[in-house]
């Protein structure tokens, strides 16, 4: 069975850090894209980025390039996203997804979906 599970998210004051993390079990032998959306309180879920099995294709959100940051380190089956510069508009639900090709991570049809982790930017 396919589980995500995403950690790393909580409050932080406006101009810090955060780091998430999305850890995937059952992919053993399956090289899936992963990637991040988010949804704020009254907004659509909104993509932010993603990332190839390899690496070598990764896309951001305009409204997070320059300040956020996806890795990956299939050894240990995770996904990163490091978040710079936080501000208000960056608090939402996270959400981790994956499947099998870039695209279809980004245009958001990914086949596996975690429960989410809670970003909070205080002012």
């Known amino acids: 069975q396919v589980q995500l599970v995403e950690s790393g998210g909580g409050l932080v004051q406006a101009g810090g850090s955060l780091r998430l993390s999305c850890a995937a079990s059952g992919l053993a032998g399956s090289r899936y894209a992963m990637g991040w959306f988010r949804q704020a309180p009254g907004q659509e879920r909104a993509f932010v980025s993603v990332?190839?099995?390899?690496?070598?294709?990764?896309y951001y959100a305009d409204s997070v390039k320059g300040r956020f940051t996806i890795s990956r380190n299939n050894a240990k089956n995770t996904v990163y996203l490091q978040m710079n510069s936080l501000n208000a508009e960056d608090t939402a639900t996270y959400y981790c997804?994956?499947?099998?090709?870039?695209?279809?991570?980004?245009?958001?049809?990914?086949?596996?979906w975690g429960q989410g982790t809670q970003v909070t930017v205080s002012s």
């Open positions: 990332i190839s099995w390899s690496g070598s294709t990764i």
């Open positions: 997804v994956g499947d099998i090709n870039s695209p279809t991570v980004r245009n958001g049809k990914g086949r596996y």
